[in-house]
């Protein structure tokens, strides 16, 4: 198997879909001899966050001198972004070794008359055999939905639980109500685990506890940064851990208030993993966070005008997107470029985004099937903003955009990670010229 047919083996798996439970995964990493047992996990589940405190944690890790496997999802420019060792992305020659393995394991699997695993089941069981075979210290762990019945939680060897802010989303799989996708969510807690909490509302923390209680397993709850310095290019701030540690004038580079909770979070989980024998010092977290890099995240992209992209796709996001808005860019007058997913929130994603738009340009976000045409989005912004235009692809949509900009104006392109790739590789280009 070569790289092209590895990619067009993921494009084929498509068609299985979405199949919440963990049957498939056991059948599929049984057959594996169960990878997964062989490492340890910090897994992070809920709704906005989850990929930022991965990339906080395994930077940070990384920085202190382990091996560490990050497993991520949606990706920005490159498949293999999903499965990595010390940021690096697994290379071609892996992938192929490895998805001709795990491809085998699946042609068996329906031979014996069993369901083909879906997509997900494949990349997740794909990544532990890629981890193991690499004799990685430790794995930090995205849940790709939910948590409880997400092929990720096959896992038994949990060492850290994070549970970063939980809202409203994917309903149709996780449930009507806040407290039943908390439920879903607190899943990932294994017994006598640790388990870290961002700053929650109070019926999704008592879900978390509750579940915390009955795996026996230790929470504690996030407390906020103090002496905060904000910035586009980077924020400094000072935080008391949980054990009382005290660390003053800590520095990121990820924009965006709420980066600094995810960055406290981050600090809670390392903190806790010192008591499992990964030890870390002050100067490695310092240097870790410092380093640490997440595209797409209200990522500036470009100066004069400026250029900020930022994947915020459901209500909460799209709320601290708003409340970032309010903190850089008061008085600022700001071009939208949207693109959304039709089975996203998107009617909650323009309401708490439309006000603070002078002209709001509507795209189809490219080759995803689960795309909202760029028509249907610009119909229900008309019913909140009088100035919509409708852009055929990126290209033209970031050119409008640039057209309409005063060089002290803002650019912010939304509303998807999925389309973000396409969006760099375009503003890289015009940068170039």
Not at 94 to 106: F, H, I, P, Q, S
Not at 189 to 218: D, F, H, M, W
Not at 396 to 407: F, I, Q, R
Request: hydrophobic content about 40%; some cysteine.
């Amino acid at each position: 198997m070569n790289y092209a047919q590895a990619l067009e083996y993921v494009e084929s798996l498509k068609n299985y879909g979405i199949v919440p439970g963990l049957s498939n995964i056991k059948e599929l990493c049984g057959r594996l001899s169960n990878p997964q047992n062989s490492l340890s996990f910090v897994h992070i589940a809920g709704t906005n966050g989850k990929g930022s405190v991965l990339a906080f944690v395994s930077t940070v890790l990384k920085t202190a001198g382990y091996k560490v496997g990050r497993y991520v999802s949606p990706v920005i420019s490159d498949y293999r972004e999903k499965i990595q060792i010390n940021n690096r992305p697994i290379t071609q020659k892996a992938l192929c070794e490895c998805m001709e393995e795990v491809k085998g394991v699946c042609d068996g699997i329906v031979e014996d008359g069993l369901p083909h695993p879906t997509p997900f089941e494949v990349e997740t069981a794909l990544a532990f055999l890629y981890f193991k075979k690499n004799n990685c210290d430790i794995v930090v762990l995205e849940t790709g939905m939910g948590g409880r019945e997400d092929a990720t939680n096959l896992i038994t060897t949990t060492k850290v639980a994070v549970l970063v802010p939980i809202s409203m989303d994917h309903m149709q799989y996780l449930g009507k109500t806040l407290e039943e996708i908390a439920w879903q969510k607190a899943g990932i807690i294994k017994n006598g685990s640790y388990v870290i909490s961002a700053k929650q509302e109070t019926p999704v923390l008592q879900v978390i506890a509750k579940e915390a209680k009955e795996r026996v397993a230790s929470l504690t709850c996030v407390k906020d940064a103090g002496k905060i310095k904000y910035g586009l290019e980077k924020q400094k701030f000072s935080y008391e851990t949980s054990s009382g540690t005290k660390l003053q004038d800590l520095e990121i580079t990820l924009a965006g208030k709420h980066q600094v909770e995810n960055a406290a979070v981050a600090i809670e989980v390392v903190e806790k993993l010192a008591c499992c024998g990964y030890t870390v010092s002050e100067k490695h977290l310092r240097k870790g966070l410092a380093e640490t890099v997440w595209p797409g995240r209200f990522q500036v992209m470009g100066k004069r005008p400026l250029f900020v992209m930022d994947g915020a796709h459901n209500e909460d996001a799209a709320k601290k997107l708003a409340e970032s808005i309010r903190f850089y860019f008061t008085n600022k007058r700001i071009i939208y470029i949207m693109g959304i997913l039709k089975d996203k929130e998107y009617e909650k994603v323009i309401a708490e985004t439309y006000a603070y738009a002078d002209q709001i340009i509507a795209l189809t976000p490219p080759e995803n099937p689960r795309a909202l045409p760029a028509i249907d989005l610009a119909q229900a912004l008309k019913d909140y903003h009088p100035h919509i235009t409708v852009s055929d692809s990126v290209e033209e949509a970031v050119e409008m955009a640039y057209l309409l900009a005063g060089k002290e104006d803002v650019i912010i392109s939304f509303g998807s990670l999925s389309y973000l790739g396409r969006l760099t590789d375009i503003l890289n280009r015009r940068q170039k010229k």
